[in-house]
């Protein structure tokens, strides 16, 4: 009876020790939402894949207005990043889409759009669009 209780008071310190250390994890990492939309013009698709070191995201075909969108943690020792390879039209490129050293100050919802003219960040605490990349996607 002892050793059965012993056991399971036991096993629930060990529980709680667990839980605990995720609870720290939750505090120390904010979670981000990181969407990246077409803007293109006439009907352009973009062919979008995006990756971090753990995660890969998959190619994702989106038309006009379509987006793509994901949810994570940035983790403990701030060096969260993900990265995405993308092809419209006649330009193709690569670029960081989030990167804790560069967007952790500046946005929870980290909208990305993608221009004929280039590659643009909001910065959701200063309300505004700031352009990452210029490139000049054409129709044909
Ligand atoms: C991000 O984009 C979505 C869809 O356009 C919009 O509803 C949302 O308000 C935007 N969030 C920020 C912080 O810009």
Redesign the pocket.
């Known amino acids: 009876m002892l050793k059965v209780l012993v056991t399971v008071i036991v096993g629930l310190m060990i529980t709680k020790m667990v839980q605990s250390e995720r609870e720290v994890d939750g505090i120390l990492g904010s979670k981000k939402t990181v969407?990246v939309?077409n803007d293109l013009t006439n009907g352009i698709s973009v062919f979008l894949h995006c990756k971090s070191k753990d995660d890969d995201l998959g190619e994702h075909v989106l038309q006009n207005g379509q987006y793509q969108e994901w949810r994570f943690r940035d983790n403990i020792v701030h060096t969260t990043l993900f990265w995405c390879a993308m092809r419209a039209s006649n330009v193709q490129s690569s670029f960081d889409v989030y990167s804790y050293k560069a967007d952790s100050a500046l946005?929870d919802?980290c909208?990305r759009s993608l221009r004929n003219d280039g590659l643009y960040f909001?910065n959701?605490y200063e309300n505004k669009w700031e352009k990452k990349l210029s490139w000049n996607i054409q129709s044909f």
């Open positions: 969407r939309e946005c919802q909208n909001y959701q």
